[in-house]
């Protein structure tokens, strides 16, 4: 796979920096950028996976960190879902204005903790054209559900029980374009065999269907 530019980054918010990575393939007109769940990090294989695979079908990625080391020791953190939006709506800002994401089109994809801070992100940023969450606690951000105006898919696991009654409750509550998709077999980190290959065709597809046109 070409690329016009992979590589570590370091993003600046307020004050901080975040770790992260950017990969973007030579043909990219999108960049997926990745909200990871709580007590993971831009290095989370499940996303990795899943950004590779984009990376594939021509989709830029970033993984970033949405705290830094110091931050995450405190486990409160994890899940103060205004910051880590907050942290994702900066970061996002931070890459429409760097050189080689210019003129490119955003989208998301949440994972658990993450695809709240990103449901609620999009609310800041209209402009991002789609919205994945995997295994997402939309719970977590159930009053904002109603004002979401993306594109979103939310894949959840069928024996992933908790979390599958949250996500059937956030798709009644969202009045945007959305899709659930339940993995049939497939428990909260879709770690049994060939589960996230399905995560990874469903988001990519689900991409592609919305990443506006370059050339409209």
Wanted: some cysteine; charged content about 20%; overall charge negative.
């Amino acid at each position: 796979m070409e690329t016009r530019f992979h590589n570590d980054i370091s993003i600046p918010v307020n004050g901080i920096r975040l770790r992260g990575e950017l990969c973007v393939p030579i043909n990219a007109s999108s960049i997926i950028v990745f909200s990871h769940g709580s007590g993971s990090s831009r290095l989370s294989p499940r996303n990795r996976q899943v950004a590779l695979y984009l990376q594939k079908r021509n989709f830029g990625t970033l993984l970033f960190d949405l705290l830094t080391p110091e931050e995450d020791h405190n486990y409160h953190n994890r899940f103060e879902i205004d910051l880590l939006q907050e942290r994702l709506v900066q970061a996002t800002i931070w890459l429409q204005n760097f050189p080689v994401a210019r003129n490119t089109a955003i989208g998301f994809f949440g994972a658990s903790t993450g695809a709240a801070s990103a449901l609620k992100a999009v609310i800041d940023l209209p402009y991002v054209f789609a919205l994945v969450s995997r295994g997402g606690r939309p719970d977590l951000a159930m009053q904002d559900l109603p004002t979401v105006n993306v594109p979103t898919l939310l894949i959840v696991g069928s024996e992933d029980e908790q979390v599958l009654q949250y996500n059937r409750m956030a798709y009644q509550m969202l009045n945007c374009e959305k899709s659930l998709e339940i993995v049939n077999g497939a428990t909260h980190l879709f770690e049994e065999p060939g589960k996230m290959e399905i995560v990874s065709e469903l988001a990519a597809n689900w991409f592609n269907q919305h990443v506006p046109n370059p050339s409209a």
